[in-house]
């Protein structure tokens, strides 16, 4: 048994052992869910355990460790959890509550005028994705450009 395994307060063959006296909070890892390359919803990799640099990469991507009590409430905020199961149901309900509102969306679209009926259907056809509104067009910053007349 190596002294990693061991509480501080404890001695093995003369030497104090490593480990942590009783339970400590943190540092805790968190997870995230997300879709693999293959579209599938995943919280770590299977071929992360046998050296697969894909999976691995992935499988880290969907972890990472919080030293603290206000670092976790920072991830939580930004959609990190504390075991892979929640990590997947909470990207389900996020997903659900995404089409939700493209589904309100997509509804009210109807009242709206032609052309902007076709600017949301080239958004929409240009993602795979739930678009729960049409982003704004963007205009070119600063002053207009000053046209020049040139005389015949």
Not at 49 to 55: L, R, S
Request: charged content about 25%; aromatic content about 6%; hydrophobic content about 35%.
């Amino acid at each position: 048994m190596g002294l990693w395994n061991i509480p501080k307060n404890q001695k093995i063959d003369g030497k104090n052992g490593f480990g942590p006296i009783g339970y400590q909070d943190f540092p805790k890892m968190m997870y995230r869910a997300q879709p693999n390359a293959n579209g599938k919803i995943m919280c770590g990799h299977p071929l992360a355990a046998v050296g697969d640099a894909t999976g691995e990469a992935f499988s880290r991507s969907c972890q990472t460790i919080v030293q603290d009590q206000e670092e976790s409430d920072q991830m939580i905020k930004r959609g990190w959890y504390e075991t892979p199961d929640l990590a997947l149901s909470g990207y389900e309900h996020d997903q659900k509550s995404l089409a939700d509102i493209a589904a309100m969306r997509h509804f009210s679209d109807q009242k709206m005028s032609a052309l902007a009926q076709e600017e949301a259907r080239v958004v929409d056809n240009a993602t795979s994705e739930h678009v729960p509104s049409i982003p704004a067009p963007r205009k070119k910053r600063g002053r207009p450009r000053k046209r020049v007349v040139v005389p015949d």
